[in-house]
């Protein structure tokens, strides 16, 4: 793997950067094999876990992160990304950057000689699919389950659409008309999911959805960039709700995921949230794990 834009670069890794993430998180691999290596960490949205993982994750490692904001780099008054690619790749020795377009990172990476991560665009966000594995396969053991989306098929959905059909994990997308997955993606997903066994389907009827289902995800109905939709957003999701009783519906043991930040009584209801069944908070601990994991993978000599 040499750059980390959407999950289909990971395909042949997944299983291992799951391992190497497991093992950093027991200890089990504690060196320091980052010494000297510097990642830049461009943000041009906001950002709570991507940033605080990505910086404690690279110092844990022996490297230095930096964290460049897009509205102070040269980019916000216009320097062109190859520009900045270029001139970035003399000074580092990777980039993680959260952009508002899929193609701005892809441009990045067509002109940096350097790795380069993605921290979230608006079509995918590979990093949290990592945490969001390791996370199911702490809680349920292995990837033999179905898992149920409940919300908008956004950036994260497709890369946890990829994430399932790459681990054999069954996934249900359960939508309003209109806000399915990406094609592209959902499409590439049925093909991987013949290889590897997967069911993936996309239900507008939530409760058909979550039957028989091990983990419930949810995500914001409205998401960065997408704030001018907001009031018709909570008018078209209202019914995809995960609560107490979509719960109850689910398998008895049954997981609850959600990627944060929340907004409980959208969403989410804050008794899903801490109740028993949330996985939450470990799942928001393994961004930590699984962005090592990633680092480790790509920098490490
Ligand atoms: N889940 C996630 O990416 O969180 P942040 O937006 O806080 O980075
Ligand atoms: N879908 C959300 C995820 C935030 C981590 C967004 O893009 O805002």
Redesign the pocket.
Known sequence: MENLLSMTDAKEEVQNILDIASRLKSGEINDKPLTDKYLGMIFE?SST??RVSFEVGMQQLGGTPLYLSSNDLQIGRGEPISDTARVLSRFLDCIMIRAKRHDTVAELIEHADIPIING?T?KE?PC?TFADLLTIKEYLGDFNKKFVFVG?G???CNSLLLGAAYTGMDMTVACPEGYEPNAEIYKLALEEAKETGSVITVEHDVHKAVENADILYT??WV???DEEEAEERQRVFKDYQINAQLLSEANSNAIVMH???AIRGQEITDDVMTSPQSAIWDQAENRLHAQKAILYLLLKE
């Open positions: 949205k876990r991507t979230l608006d966000h949290q908008d956004n950036n994260v995500d914001v998401s960065m960039g990627c944060l930040p």
